[in-house]
């Protein structure tokens, strides 16, 4: 492939995507179906939809934890061959070690990909300053707000400096005041380091808020049902943001879009419970 | 770090300082010490005083029973002049020897293997119905063959003490990789985890509370293995004390092993919590605000 062509193609690519499961009494369940998606070097995409439709599968293809059944999921232009090292993931529950300290959680990333311990250590201090948790070093996780807690989670994903950042619901479980807090943080710690963001959420103001575009996916199985630009200027304010007019506008044509799947994901979760 | 422990009940006047109720904390917690340990004495007092007026008076058989303090006596004599058969220390080193030795190879054992099973579906498919088999032969029974085949010293009890540990910690050892959170398996494998790496910081770590709550019982299935394999055919130990006081329908001396035996097991219980709470200073202390 000539390298001009290869510079150019985009972040992360899904083609015609599909991915099965089987169930539990051995039948195929289709999560996720003729998915297309294109993530540009250093775009901010949020993806919404109901839950259950198949957002988690998705990321999960790109990591490549998972493989999809057909279909392909590019990287850089490259196919996606294992676990990528250019990506970094933010769980939705808490992932940190619950036995490794503050610093030790942090320091795993460098650790595990065989950077010198004097060189690791400094970095991960680095970066614990970055998200205001200086002095807080040798505490264990359960020692901290949940807020907290997150915010050692994204220094423990930023120090591998990822070019593909991957987001699943990451701040759902936060109260809505830590929540705005960490939407500024996440912005802030994303404008330096320029990577790639794929940002799930079913919290359709905090994905207008973040994203340069808004992926609105259907009901399970999961493809894309439209895409919305956001044209809102940078660098934001998330608190002050949606009380713009623009905001408010966007943010009501969108959930018009989005209602109909809810409503249908909510109609077929009854059905299958019945 | 622990939170202060205040009794629910109490309601402090408006206006009382840090430092008053922090004094007014540790004596609840003093007096609740103090109250635990008075009712612990009563109960032993209670239990030995009334064992040995019983045993007096001719209510409880002597022959059978014997008395604490005939039992004390034996034990000073024991300690001071050593045992028909030899010096006490003798006996309970051999004892813990071959429980020791047992414990070890057999918990070491059931770690490695549980983790390799636990962590390879195909292997484990495949293993885990001999696993199953032997598991449900009672353990004693291989006394004596044990003895038939390794002799009557340390090897034979070695291995029953062996085989009483390896399966209690084999099967907790994989039950904890089995229940290793997937998420901190994705977590440590996106960060560049490989291979060895995830095995040493995500599945032992998450596995340790099974496999040290499966130690706590083993080291007396150890004690277990080293006894039943004395009693079968020996010339040293415990064990063997106890055989010997059974044939000279020596009530005393039987129960006296017994106390030895207890001391053992209750200190090698401590150490193992004393190295646990060491190893699991990440857990989160058990909050004390309701008494
Ligand atoms: N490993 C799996 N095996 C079988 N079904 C799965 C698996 N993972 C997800 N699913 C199913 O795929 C669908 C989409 O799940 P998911 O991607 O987690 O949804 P979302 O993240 O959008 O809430 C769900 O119906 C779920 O039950
Ligand atoms: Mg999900």
């Known amino acids: ?274 | 770090m622990t939170d202060i422990a205040l009794t629910a009940d109490t309601t402090f006047r408006p206006g009382t300082s840090d430092a008053e109720i922090e004094a007014a904390a540790a004596k609840a917690a003093r007096n609740r010490r103090r109250t635990v340990l008075f009712w612990r004495w009563v109960i032993l007092f209670v239990l030995l005083g009334g064992w040995e007026a019983g045993a007096r008076l001719g209510i409880i058989d002597e022959f059978f029973f014997s008395r604490p303090s005939a039992i004390w006596e034996r034990l000073v004599d024991w300690v001071v002049n050593g045992t028909s058969e030899g010096p006490l220390w003798l006996h309970l080193w051999v004892t813990m020897e071959e429980a020791l030795v047992g414990f070890a190879l057999g918990s070491v054992t059931g770690i490695v293997v549980g983790i390799a099973l636990g962590r390879n579906r195909m292997l484990s498919d495949i293993f885990s119905i001999y696993i199953k088999l032997i598991n449900s032969v009672p353990r004693v029974v291989l006394a004596p063959i044990f003895i038939m085949i390794f002799g009557l010293g340390l090897a034979s009890k070695v291995a029953l003490a062996f085989v009483m540990v390896f399966f209690v910690v084999f099967a907790n050892a994989f039950q904890g990789v089995r229940e290793a959170d997937r998420n901190l398996m994705a977590n440590a494998q996106i960060l560049g985890a490989k291979g060895w790496q995830l095995t040493r910081s995500v599945v032992i770590p998450s596995a340790m509370s099974w496999i040290f709550a499966s130690l706590h019982v083993s080291f007396g299935f150890a004690i277990i293995g080293a006894i039943v394999g004395e009693f079968v055919g020996s010339r040293h130990g415990i064990g063997l004390l106890i055989n010997i006081a059974k044939g000279t329908f020596d009530a005393a001396g039987m129960y006296a092993a017994i106390v030895v035996i207890m001391i053992v097991a209750l200190a090698a219980e401590y150490l193992m919590t004393l190295v646990e709470n060491r190893l699991a200073t990440w857990r989160p202390a058990p909050l004390h605000d309701t008494q």
């Not at chain 1, 899904?14 to 070097?41: C, E, H, Q, W, Y």
């Not at chain 1, 794929?198 to 439209?226: N, Q």
């Not at chain 1, 905001?247 to 019945?274: H, K, M, N, P, Q």
Request: proline share 6%.
């Open chain 1, 1 to 274: 492939m000539p390298a001009i062509e290869a510079s150019a193609s985009p972040a992360v690519e899904l083609i015609n995507v599909s991915r099965r499961f089987l169930t539990p009494d051995g039948k195929s369940m289709t999560a996720i179906r003729d998915f297309n998606m294109s993530v540009a070097r250093g775009e901010f995409v949020a993806v919404v939809g109901p839950t259950g439709c198949g957002k988690s599968t998705t990321l999960n293809l790109v990591t490549g934890l998972a493989r999809p059944s057909s279909g392909e999921v590019r990287l850089f232009g490259g196919p996606v061959d294992g676990i990528d090292p250019r990506i970094g993931f933010a769980f939705q529950t808490d992932a940190l070690f619950p036995w490794r300290s503050v610093i030790d959680n942090v320091v795993a990333g460098p650790l595990f990909r065989g950077k010198p311990r004097e060189e690791a250590y400094a970095k991960a201090r680095e970066w614990l300053a970055r998200v205001h948790l200086s002095g807080h070093e040798s505490k264990y996780p359960h020692q901290l707000s949940g807020g907290m807690r997150k915010r050692v989670s994204l220094a423990q994903t930023f120090i591998n400096e990822p070019q593909i950042l991957l987001m699943d619901e990451p701040f759902s479980a936060l109260d809505v005041q830590t929540r705005v807090i960490m939407h500024d943080v996440l912005l802030g710690l994303w404008s330096e380091a320029k990577a790639s963001v794929i940002f799930v959420t079913h919290d359709l103001e905090e994905a207008i808020a973040l994203a340069d575009k808004v992926y609105v996916l259907t009901a399970g199985p999961a493809t894309v049902k439209s895409v919305y630009p956001v044209a809102l200027p940078r660098p934001r304010v998330v608190a002050e943001i949606r009380y713009q007019e623009d905001f408010i506008a966007l943010s009501r044509t969108i959930w018009d879009d989005l209602r109909d799947e809810v409503e249908r994901g909510a109609a077929r979760d009854e059905a299958v419970a019945a």
